[in-house]
């Protein structure tokens, strides 16, 4: 359905450019038309019970929502924090999280139990990314985005001026909440008996932190774009930086340019390759960089393949992504293919 709604869309829209509005009109017809304009825009929307088997239900759909324990310990959290949560700041709130995933999952032994809530409070790991996706994803396959939307986490972006010396700093923060109203939610007496955290004190220590890393990066950066600095010194620098923080994946993205610049291929393989483990659409420039690096090691069906895969995920290749495509297919003498991608990447060029 959502399919055939999209390609409805896709073909309004051509009518509606060519200036075509009363064929259009004929062909939705009054009667269909004078259907729609009694549709309800907001939907009614279910309550949701976490029943005393903890299970996640849409009562008054009659529909039963399937997670995981670890899902659900997420997923019951930000119910709990109508006033939303930075991926970055769940450290704060990890006994909370620890004590919800104990009722959940009593099965497990404790030091799995903590293990767990630890892979899921750190930013570094895909974990907390892969938990969020399966939660919108449990709520798709009983209701359309339309309604789903409302009970799914969501990202927040809220804007606000620092203090002090800082009151001309404008500072992002990244919430990720559950906009379904709370009066909807029915806990089981466990649930409710777990102590809410407001960690403000451990909150403003893990933003020092983290900032402190940022400007000690940020100051890396610098000289990275300083074309004066030697760059054996400054992989040096950076390699340091990664020993002390070994999950800040933006370094060893600049480190695999840098080893890429002064012709250290193989390493710079090995942190592209670290960086599309940890999560490829992310990092999907990583690919590309590593199908270059693969060119400059003479291995060219390898960067072929690699280049391809990264044309197959990235939907805005840039200009220099077709460039080093076609100087692949260059080397594996596929003129057509080499000219064709060619012709794109000056075509970006000049736009």
């Excluded at 402190?212 to 990275?224: S, V």
Aim: net charge neutral.
């Amino acid at each position: 359905m959502k399919n055939i709604a999209e390609n409805i869309k896709k073909e309004i829209e051509i009518l509606k450019g060519a200036g075509y509005y009363e064929l259009l009109l004929h062909t939705l017809g009054t009667e269909t038309l004078d259907e729609l304009k009694n549709v309800k825009v907001i939907p009614e929307l279910s309550r949701l019970q976490i029943t005393d088997e903890f299970k996640i239900c849409l009562l008054d759909y009659d529909k039963e929502v399937r997670m995981t324990p670890l899902q659900k310990t997420l997923y019951i959290f930000y119910l709990r924090h109508p006033e939303g949560v930075e991926f970055k700041m769940l450290s704060a709130y990890y006994d909370e999280l620890l004590a919800i995933y104990k009722v959940l999952s009593n099965r497990e032994d404790a030091e799995k139990q903590k293990e767990s809530i630890r892979r899921l409070v750190d930013v570094t790991d895909n974990a907390i990314n892969e938990k969020c996706s399966r939660i919108k994803e449990a709520f798709l396959k009983v209701a359309d985005d339309f309604i789903a939307r409302n009970y799914y986490i969501v990202l927040d972006r809220h804007e606000y001026r620092g203090e002090g010396n800082k009151k001309n700093s404008i500072y992002v923060e990244l919430l990720k909440k559950i906009m379904l109203p709370r009066d909807l939610i029915i806990y089981p007496k466990e649930i409710s008996d777990i102590e809410v955290l407001v960690p403000e004190e451990r909150k403003k220590v893990i933003k020092e932190e983290l900032e402190e890393i940022r400007e000690q990066y940020r100051a890396l950066n610098r000289l990275f774009f300083d074309k004066s600095y030697p760059k054996g010194a400054l992989i040096e620098k950076y390699t340091a930086f990664i020993n002390l923080n070994p999950k800040y994946y933006a370094a060893y993205r600049d480190r695999a340019i840098l080893y890429t610049h002064i012709g250290k291929y193989r390493e710079a393989v090995a942190d592209n390759q670290l960086l599309i483990t940890h999560n490829e659409r992310v990092w999907s420039d990583a690919i590309i960089n590593k199908a270059e690096a693969l060119f400059f090691l003479k291995d060219y069906d390898e960067a072929l393949k690699v280049a391809n895969h990264y044309f197959a995920i990235c939907e805005k290749p840039t200009a220099e992504c077709f460039r080093i495509r076609a100087e692949i297919f260059r080397k594996l003498k596929m003129s057509d293919e080499y000219k064709a991608d060619m012709r794109e990447s000056k075509r970006l060029r000049k736009e």
